[in-house]
């Protein structure tokens, strides 16, 4: 019985994560690898229904943030039309080693080789065989990296030829600078994000403000200014708000409800 307790413990938050709308296939998928052993692994949110095919959009968590915490994020792209994919990272951080390049070979994958990425277990095994039809009929990719999850992107910037647009939310800078920062790169962040954009709301007082220099300075080196997100803070694109470092949850702003900051972040992704 003690077993049994502590299995539901594990899967009963799983499930939770990972609840969407019956219009929208969740499955997970595995990625690389040889001869199906060993490869990355993530989740495939996809609509069952949509007007518009938008493409792929891969999603690449920020630091101590699991795939499954972006299943709200997830949902929201689907459902404007995007194939979604959430990267998982090793221990959820994307700065081991190892982790940095999984945002771009599932990219490549999507680009060259779909019959490569494969189903670990499904709620709907439809999922993947809608998935590679839409790949078929416009293959454009666009990496959506938050905080940590986009900081370590850009040492591909002007190099990377299987994405076609990056966009950077709550990001600052980045952990290696491209030799060529001329890149498809939209710089998003909160209005009360206390991290990326501590001096954004003059109304706000956050901790460290004259840390705002940075994303000034990143802004200039990628040579466009920042979209601010209204109402929006570091953490409230996440849909679960027990994950992340306590102190920088600590160190933010107030952010509206979880969902309206993703339909706000989801409209400026396109």
């Known amino acids: 019985m003690k077993q049994l ?32 052993l060993l490869g990355s692994k993530g989740e495939l949110y996809i609509s069952k229904s949509v007007e518009d095919n938008k493409g792929t959009a891969i999603v690449s968590p920020g630091g101590a943030i699991p795939s499954t915490a972006m299943s709200g994020l997830a949902e929201g792209l689907a459902k404007e039309g995007f194939v979604v994919f959430v990267v998982r990272y ?51 990719v666009v990496v959506v990296g938050h905080s940590l999850g ?3 992107l850009g040492h591909r910037f002007g190099m990377e030829t299987d994405v076609d647009q990056f966009y950077l939310v709550g990001v600052d800078s980045l952990v290696l600078p491209p030799s060529n920062p001329i890149a498809d790169v939209t710089l998003l962040v909160g209005e009360n994000d206390c991290l990326a954009n501590p001096a954004g709301n003059e109304n706000l007082t956050c901790p460290q403000p004259a840390a705002s220099d940075k994303l000034l300075e990143l802004a200039d080196y990628l040579q ?23 102190d920088k949850r600590a160190e933010d702003g107030p952010g509206l409800a979880s969902s309206a900051c993703i339909d706000i972040l989801v409209s400026f992704i396109d």
Not at 6 to 34: H, Q, T
Request: with cysteine; proline share 7%; charged share 20%.
């Open 5 to 36: 307790f502590m299995m539901a413990m594990v899967v009963v938050p799983l499930l939770l994560s990972l609840s969407v709308s019956a219009d929208v296939l969740v499955s997970k998928i595995k990625y690389g690898g040889v001869a199906g």
């Open 90 to 140: 090793p221990l959820n951080l994307a700065i081991i080693p190892g982790g940095w390049n999984k945002v771009f070979s599932l990219a490549k994958l999507v680009k060259n080789n779909p019959d490569r990425i494969r189903l670990d277990r499904s709620e709907d095994p439809s999922a993947l065989a809608l998935a590679t039809e839409r790949f078929t009929s416009n293959s454009r």
């Open 150 to 152: 986009g900081a370590i």
């Open 224 to 246: 466009q200014d920042p979209t601010i997100l209204p109402g929006v803070n570091h953490f409230c694109i996440i849909s679960d708000p027990e994950v992340g470092d306590a």
